[in-house]
T-cell receptor, first 117, second 111 residues
Framework: EAGVTQFPSHSVIEKGQTVTLRCDPI?????LYWYRRVMGKEIKFLLH????????ESGMPNNRFLAERTGGTYSTLKVQPAELEDSGVYFC???????????????FGPGTRLTVT | DQQVKQNSPSLSVQEGRISILNCDYT??????FLWYKKYPAEGPTFLIS?????DKNEDGRFTVFLNKSAKHLSLHIVPSQPGDSAVYFC??????????FGKGTRLHILP
């Protein structure tokens, strides 16, 4: 079974530009999460989709960040315009059902390292 | 304000000995705790978890202990092996699916 995949693995952009990150969850997983880790800091929750609906977007930093999950399959996270402080590693995770169902386990992708210069 | 704290950025342990990673939390609403392991250039991998109704959960070489009164949990790895060298994240959840992570502890297993 394929794991969570993320594209690109690394992106370097200039301040003010736009970047779109993509996440493909494990097939059949209704729940999709985005997290971010800024250098040396903790991994921080950004938002949670259940199928195509945003369940919780309390961690989104500001309105420069837009996440979508049309059709309830893959998800994109767009940053527009990018700022220096947006640099970090963006992780996507998926789980087969509400975490408090059969399993509490979220499966993480390898992350996208975003560098804003 | 950090709700999950891992105060040791790194830890070195001799191969074959016990590794003990510690974690403190502040939010009394947390009722589920997890440990994730992360290798460079990879995403975190779930290791072991514990519900707040328990004080111990064991899975092979890994045991997690929870002390609710002290708001403290620890991960014990015994015996430690070279492949255990990684960053370990303590994490917690409070009645929703959002996971709150600590900053991580880098474990070095020495030959």
């Amino acid at each position: 079974e394929a794991g969570v995949t993320q594209f690109p693995s690394h992106s370097v952009i200039e301040k003010g530009q736009t970047v779109t990150l993509r996440c493909d969850p494990i097939s059949g997983h209704d729940n999709l999460y985005w997290y971010r880790r800024v250098m040396g800091k903790e991994i921080k929750f950004l938002l949670h989709f259940v199928k195509e609906s945003k369940q919780d977007e309390s961690g989104m930093p500001n309105n420069r960040f837009l996440a979508e999950r049309t059709g309830g399959t893959y998800s994109t996270l767009k940053v527009q315009p990018a700022e220096l402080e947006d640099s970090g590693v963006y992780f996507c995770a998926s789980s087969p059902k509400g975490m408090r169902g059969l399993s509490y386990e979220q499966y993480f992708g390898p992350g996208t390292r975003l560098t804003v210069t | 304000d950090q709700q999950v704290k891992q105060n040791s950025p790194s830890l070195s342990v001799q191969e074959g000995r016990i590794s003990i990673l510690n974690c403190d939390y502040t939010n009394s609403m947390f009722d589920y705790f997890l440990w994730y392991k992360k290798y460079p250039a990879e995403g975190p991998t779930f290791l072991i978890s514990i519900s707040s109704i328990k004080d111990k959960n064991e899975d092979g070489r890994f045991t997690v202990f929870l002390n609710k009164s002290a708001k403290h949990l620890s991960l014990h790895i015994v015996p430690s092996q070279p492949g255990d060298s990684a960053v370990y994240f303590c994490a917690a959840s409070a009645r929703d699916d959002k996971i709150i992570f600590g900053k991580g502890t880098r474990l070095h297993i020495l030959p």
